[in-house]
């Protein structure tokens, strides 16, 4: 499991908490009293219609029944790991004093998704994601949720969601968001004031909730994370050539639309109101249509993972106030970055090795048809050209960002902020030296 991170799980833990292993489990609900908790959500919803929503009439009317005044509470999830772990030593004395009471077991079955924190909703699909922190070191940083996150998360998704559904080319493209819809803060009452206790103790209690993916889905539509295209089964059989020759096409047609459903939407989002999303292969799923053909992209994971062009952009209209933290300002070549770690680095590079691998398609058409969705997108938007040249997607080079290496250097002392990655020199771009592609499903 090293190579996976997860710091500070067991290998029971491992065996029971983690998303390859497909084990149900049910969240543990908790009341914290108000003044150490903060409930947020978008204006279409209040406390108790989440809280009711989540946990249903009879499960509510027994946890009721758990505390004094429930109304002097704030509800929420918690994963029973970080309840066993961290909870009950770090949070002893608000458990003694009945600042916080263990209502119970929800009542419904989760699945914990690739980041582990965040989990699905098994027995009632239609109700919410819930991303809960989780005090373990997975991959570059422990996995807690910030005070400034949960307090944005719903007042940033509506201000997402007013671009969104008024957006013609969204609207086309069928481009899903899914929103952080509510969430809960909680502060730890001595830990948060002090100075430099390390971000991994201050982030412990809290959860966002998150819009479901599958109210979303028309008939005969289905839906997958994009990691799961360099996924190879236990004999080496790459998920990607079953999902192609289940569609009846060609491996090109195939990516052609797989390349168009990404491209697309994240060039506009980026080019047209000068925001970008992480869109790795964990923040973005494929919905197919009824032929298995790649459709529509989904865009989750938004708080903490959204920046905004140092240019201001009409289009964007006015950000929420007081949110720099989560709509970090950057210039173009840093919001190209994104693009180019988390997508053309994180998963089409390595998608096109394996394609080209499993003789599916030359590494060259690949990038030459990814290059043909840029060049595509160029044209069909002269008004954006300097914007396009200032991101430069086919430039010779990208800056290297060591996501893991870093670490080489860093070590694993403990940091009152999270660490920043460091650039170390630059990487050649495939995109530069091929020729274009012109994509078949037209703009």
Not at 347 to 371: E, Y
Not at 374 to 392: F, K, M, S, V
């Amino acid at each position: 499991m090293a190579n996976k991170g997860r710091l500070g799980f067991s290998a029971a833990d491992s065996l029971r908490y983690t998303p390859e292993v497909r084990t149900p489990l049910r969240l543990v609900w908790l009341a914290v009293r108000r003044g150490l908790a903060e409930f947020r959500g978008t204006p279409d919803l209040s406390e108790h219609a989440v809280v009711g929503r989540e946990l249903g009439a009879a499960v509510l009317e027994e946890f009721r029944n758990r505390t004094v005044d429930p109304d002097s509470y704030v509800w929420l999830p918690c994963h029973p790991w970080q309840l066993d772990h961290v909870v009950g030593t770090q949070w002893a004395r608000e458990l003694a004093t009945g600042e916080i009471v263990v209502l119970g077991e929800g009542p419904d079955d989760y699945l914990p998704t690739q980041s582990i924190r965040t989990m699905v909703n098994v027995s009632q699909p239609l109700r919410c994601q819930v991303k809960l922190p989780l005090k373990i070191l997975n991959t570059s940083m422990y996995r807690g949720i910030p005070e400034h996150c949960t307090l944005a998360a719903p007042m940033v998704t509506q201000w997402l969601r007013g671009l969104w559904y008024r957006d013609e080319v969204f609207g086309r493209l069928g481009t899903e968001l899914l929103g952080e819809v509510a969430s809960v803060t909680v502060r730890h009452p001595q830990l948060s004031s002090a100075p430099g206790i390390p971000y991994q103790w201050t982030e412990t209690l809290g959860c966002i909730w998150r819009d479901p993916l599958d109210p979303r889905l028309q008939p005969g539509e289905s839906a997958w994370p994009l990691a799961a295209v360099l996924h190879r089964d236990s004999a080496g059989e790459p998920l990607v050539a079953a999902m192609i020759a289940r569609s009846g096409v060609d491996a090109s047609a195939w990516i052609g639309d797989l390349l168009a459903t990404l491209l697309r939407p994240l060039l506009h989002l980026m080019h047209h109101y000068g925001i970008t999303v992480n869109p790795h292969g964990e923040n973005l799923a494929i919905i197919c249509g009824p032929e298995g053909l790649p459709a529509r992209l989904v865009i989750k994971d938004l708080v903490d993972d959204i920046n905004v062009s140092t240019t201001p952009i009409e289009a964007r209209g006015i950000e929420p106030d007081s949110h720099a933290r989560v709509l970090p300002r950057k210039p173009w070549h840093i919001l190209r970055q994104y693009l180019v770690d988390a997508l053309l680095l994180g998963v089409l590079n390595p998608l096109a090795a394996l394609l080209s691998d499993a003789g599916l398609l030359t590494a060259d058409r690949f990038w030459g048809m990814t290059r043909g969705e840029i060049e595509l997108y160029a044209a069909e938007h002269p008004q954006y050209a300097d914007r396009l040249t200032a991101t430069d997607l086919l430039d010779e080079t990208f800056a290297r960002y060591p996501l893991n290496g870093y670490r080489l250097s860093l070590g694993y002392a403990d940091l009152d902020t999270r660490p920043p990655i460091p650039v170390t020199g630059r990487l050649p771009n495939q995109l530069s030296s091929v020729a274009a592609v012109r994509p078949s499903r037209p703009w």
